[in-house]
């Protein structure tokens, strides 16, 4: 292998990395996971308002049953007004019974623009929407910042929006993690060109972290070759993240595509409802796999908007604003839903088509950071310029 294809080899690895630091935080151990759902979910048809007879008029092919015990296909009830999509009765439902988890509605950005990538890209640089962009700041990438003893990761093929800025951060592809292509011997030779300059220490920490993921993952892999059922999908990945943040990391990125149902959507059961099942699956195989860590671990999921409230010609539902975000982990004060409400009906919908955003989501994270890791008000607003944190009681 010649300079240049060591170096071209260095450069495929997608892995460099961050410093070690000491976290200043009072949770010393406290890990955070964002999973960000691609394409804008249906957050009316997880997080269901089936007190609402207007969502039932809005949606004639695609609501879920009111709670019925004897109805598999029916809504699980999380309280009077609001209620949880049955794919998700045995993974998430058993959390919020255990107050692990709480839902948050009419949540989301002031981005109009309904475009999923335009969208994508403000959440993940968590700026101020109308002033000018920085897109190679985002707010993951200042929550490192901001922390000490920080271990982030992306668990995406390539650096996230949300993690650039600040210090390198190393990203992998969980799903397509195989034998490293570059032999030990080769990855001392690259070593050794970098020895003296800059990018040494980035060079031998990112051969340590693509060694130690290859490693969690092959050790899993030989257990599963005993008997055990393979996952697939997203619950795959997502017992691998929760082994390697279990272990070394403690700031975790990932994404989840194939949320834009535009058309034939379902209702109970259906292509939203097996997305459900397999991120259900995926998350509550996440908790075990953190295992007693949970109880210091913080995962949220959001997506970019919701979608209208009323189903369109196609049984489907078009894209909207406001949605819902979930917060999940041992800590949580779970088991409600938190933020503030108004009824789901025609009276109160956004421009008369989905929901409206009553929890601006800066706000919201703002104050799930400072009580998951005691940030100050300065620190908050490095994170999240000109947003003031929103004290939900998450945790």
């Not at 601006?360 to 799930?368: A, I, S, T, V």
């Amino acid at each position: 292998m010649n300079r240049r294809d060591l170096i071209r080899a260095a450069a495929a690895l997608g892995l460099s990395t961050a410093a070690g630091r000491v976290w200043a935080a009072p949770k010393a151990d406290a890990r955070l996971l964002v999973v960000f759902l691609r394409g804008a979910y249906d957050a009316a048809n997880v997080v269901i308002p089936t007190g609402s007879d207007f969502y039932y008029r809005s949606r004639p092919n695609l609501a879920i049953a009111k709670p019925d015990a004897a109805d598999p296909k029916a809504a699980c009830p999380l309280d009077a007004d609001w209620s949880l999509h049955p794919a998700l009765r045995e993974t998430i439902l058993p959390l919020y019974a255990k107050g692990q988890a709480t839902f948050v509605p009419f949540a989301g950005t002031d981005d109009l623009t309904r475009s999923h990538f335009e969208t994508q890209d403000t959440i993940e640089m968590g700026q101020t929407v109308g002033a000018a962009r920085d897109y190679n700041s985002g707010f993951m990438a200042r929550l490192a910042a901001e922390l000490t003893r920080g271990r982030p990761i992306a668990f995406t093929d390539q650096m996230p929006l949300i993690f650039r800025g600040g210090e390198t951060v190393p990203n992998i592809a969980i799903n397509g993690v195989g034998k490293p292509g570059i032999d030990d011997r080769q990855a001392r030779l690259i070593a050794a060109m970098y020895t003296g300059t800059k990018l040494a220490a980035a060079v031998t920490e990112g051969f340590r972290v693509r060694d130690e993921v290859y490693r969690s993952i092959s050790e899993h892999a030989g257990q599963a070759d005993r008997g055990a059922v393979s996952p697939k999908g997203f619950e795959l990945s997502a017992r691998r993240i929760g082994r390697l943040m279990r272990d070394s990391f403690n700031l975790g990125f990932v994404d989840v595509g194939g949320w834009d149902t535009h058309v034939n959507q379902g209702a109970g059961t259906g292509y939203l409802a097996d997305r459900l099942g397999e991120l259900g699956r995926g998350l509550s195989g996440f908790v075990e796999e953190i295992g007693p860590g949970w109880s210091d671990t913080v995962v949220v999921v959001l997506s970019e908007f919701g979608r209208t409230f009323r189903e369109n010609g196609s049984r489907g539902t078009d894209h909207g604003h406001g949605s819902v975000y979930w917060i999940l982990g041992g800590g949580v004060r779970g088991a409600r839903i938190a933020g503030p409400q108004v009824q789901a009906d025609e009276a109160h919908l956004f421009q008369n088509r989905d929901y409206p955003v009553l929890t601006n989501y800066r706000g919201l994270l703002g104050g799930l950071f400072r009580r998951l890791y005691g940030l100050d008000q300065a620190s908050l607003r490095r994170i999240f310029p000109s947003a003031d944190p929103a004290d939900l009681a998450l945790l």
